[in-house]
């Protein structure tokens, strides 16, 4: 089957410890992308990612990190500058924009993330 | 930049009646715009889309929506609503950046309630 993974599904961090979000998809898509989402709030996107070795920030990259080494991974790392990390992460990926098509995007499951 | 807005929270609507779902939206240029639904701790679900041609969009599970240029609006629509249809639904739009990139801006969601 097609699609994103993302795991794992509940994260617990500690105050000032940095954790690792994973994110898998295998419908060779270009784009992926990371977003946030709080109660009340939707989506807010933290970065995003056109190609292989180059990321882009959103409107919230501070206190995040990612990486883009290979096409089917996008991992995305909450730091301890982030001060208020407990959120639910949807990570996305979208059609190469060269495809003609499709310009949707497919969502993992999502990670909770909680702070103790 | 381009943005949509969701103007409503929460839309209650008993079972077999007609539902819509209100997005309105602001762009420069031909506007992508998509509608998505989330379940409860899910990701987000693609529901249908507008690129372009007809302006009425059909999409699954029954939905369409109805792209109307002069009022800059893409609301979601359904003819008879199901108690399984509610969930949270996400208006969003496909911005280009000024370096050529897309990303994604989405509304703050409506909470769709369909009464037994």
């Known amino acids: 089957d097609g699609g994103i993974t993302q795991s794992p599904k509940y994260l617990f961090r500690k105050e000032g410890q940095n954790v690792t979000l994973s994110c898998e998809q295998n419908l060779n898509h270009d784009a992926m992308y990371w977003y946030r989402q709080d109660p009340g709030q939707g989506l807010r996107l933290i970065y995003y990612?056109?190609?292989?070795?180059?990321?882009q920030k959103g409107d919230i990259a501070e206190g995040y990190s990612v990486s883009r080494e290979k096409k089917e991974s996008f991992p995305l790392t909450v730091t301890s500058a982030q001060k208020n990390p407990t959120a639910f992460y949807l990570c996305a990926s979208s059609h190469p924009r060269t495809s003609g098509g499709g310009y949707e995007q497919f969502f993992g499951p999502g990670t909770r993330l909680t702070v103790l | 930049a381009q943005s949509v807005a969701q103007p409503e929270d929460q839309v209650n609507v008993a079972e077999g009646n007609p539902l819509t779902v209100k997005c309105t939206y602001s762009v420069s240029g031909n506007p992508y715009l998509f509608w998505y639904v989330q379940y409860p701790n899910r990701g987000l679900q693609f529901l249908l889309k507008?690129?372009?041609?007809?302006?009425l969009v059909k999409g699954s599970y029954g939905f369409e929506a109805e792209f109307n240029k002069s009022q800059t609006s893409f609301h979601l629509k359904k003819p008879s609503a199901l108690v399984s249809d509610s969930a949270l639904y996400f208006c969003?739009?496909?911005?280009?950046?000024?370096?050529?990139?897309?990303?994604?801006?989405f509304g703050t969601g409506t909470r769709l309630k369909v009464l037994a």
């Open positions: 507008y690129i372009t041609g007809d302006n």
């Open positions: 990612s056109q190609i292989v070795n180059d990321f």
């Open positions: 969003a739009v496909r911005d280009i950046t000024t370096s050529g990139t897309y990303k994604y801006i």
